[in-house]
């Protein structure tokens, strides 16, 4: 590497990361991690411990719905009501 590339290198804006965490937040990307997907549609399904999952009724059971079911729960114990009802 030569001298010119690594100066060159120092005028360019450095990103934050654990080593540098005074970089500019702008520079800051969120990205999901993992399998989760975005809902397919609005939630049917809730569950009582935690109410961040939920299930549109599409696709494949959550795993925390098949562990309740395989417990003996209904799957109308997890429908969401109406807050009307």
């Given at each position: 590497?030569?001298n010119?590339?690594?100066?060159?290198?120092?005028?360019?804006?450095k990103?934050?990361?654990?080593?540098?965490?005074?970089?500019?937040?702008?520079?800051?990307?969120?990205?999901?991690?993992?399998?989760?997907?975005?809902?397919?549609?609005?939630?049917?399904?809730?569950?009582?411990?935690?109410?961040?999952?939920t299930?549109?009724?599409?696709?494949?059971?959550?795993?925390?719905?098949?562990?309740?079911?395989?417990?003996?729960?209904?799957?109308?114990?997890?429908?969401?009501?109406?807050?009307?009802?």
């Amino acid at each position: 590497m030569s001298n010119e590339a690594v100066s060159s290198d120092k005028s360019k804006p450095k990103k934050r990361t654990a080593n540098n965490p005074t970089a500019p937040a702008e520079q800051i990307q969120f990205v999901m991690v993992g399998g989760e997907k975005a809902p397919k549609g609005p939630a049917r399904y809730r569950d009582p411990a935690n109410p961040f999952n939920t299930w549109s009724g599409r696709g494949k059971r959550p795993h925390w719905l098949r562990d309740y079911l395989d417990q003996g729960r209904l799957l109308t114990d997890f429908e969401v009501r109406d807050p009307e009802d």
